[in-house]
């Protein structure tokens, strides 16, 4: 079984290579093979400034509230976490476009499983070594630049202002 799982690891990573996949894909991809070096906490992720901020004080506003300001915010959050619930970007995407995506993670999942069964109790390695502190922190970090972002929107929304582009 584990024999399997490694060979379709190795064709999912092939297959996503292959194709070109884009800067995000390789990203997804490279985490996941890094997967037992974050385990043993010899590799962590860092967490960018504007998250940083965002997890020392989620509800401030930026000294200078306007809606260029507010805006700019929410494109800086955009940027490190991706965008947000109300984004249409699933609603211009076609059935193949969702497909390969959904194809690209199950690989990624694939190799992902498949490296982090290399190192045996994991969840205590992980506890051990700082790994799982580091991980809710970063988890953490993300929560507040989502709620931040969310916080910003709220504001701009009642001092009138429009969407920012994205």
């Known amino acids: 079984m584990q024999r399997n799982a490694r060979h379709f690891a190795a064709l999912a990573l092939t297959t996503l290579l292959a194709t070109g996949c884009a800067t995000q894909d390789r ?13 043993l ?4 992720v860092e967490i960018p400034p504007i998250l940083q901020d965002a997890l020392a004080a989620p509800y401030a506003l930026p000294e200078l509230v306007s809606c260029d300001n507010l805006a700019q915010r929410v494109i800086d959050l955009n940027a490190v976490l991706g965008p947000d619930v109300d984004a249409d970007d699933e609603a211009e995407q076609g059935w193949l476009t969702k497909g390969t995506e ?7 999942d694939a190799i992902h499983n498949t490296t982090t069964g290399v190192i045996p109790f994991r969840g205590w390695v992980r506890k051990l070594s700082g790994a799982e502190r580091h991980t809710k922190t970063v988890n953490a970090a993300i929560n507040a630049g989502s709620l931040q972002r969310a916080y910003y ?10 969407a920012p582009e994205q």
């Open 153 to 162: 929107k709220g504001a701009a929304t009642a001092r009138g202002c429009t």
């Open 102 to 108: 959904k194809a690209k993670g199950a690989a990624v």
């Open 27 to 39: 990203n997804n991809v490279s985490s996941a093979l890094t997967a037992p070096l974050n385990d």
């Open 41 to 44: 906490n010899l590799i962590q």
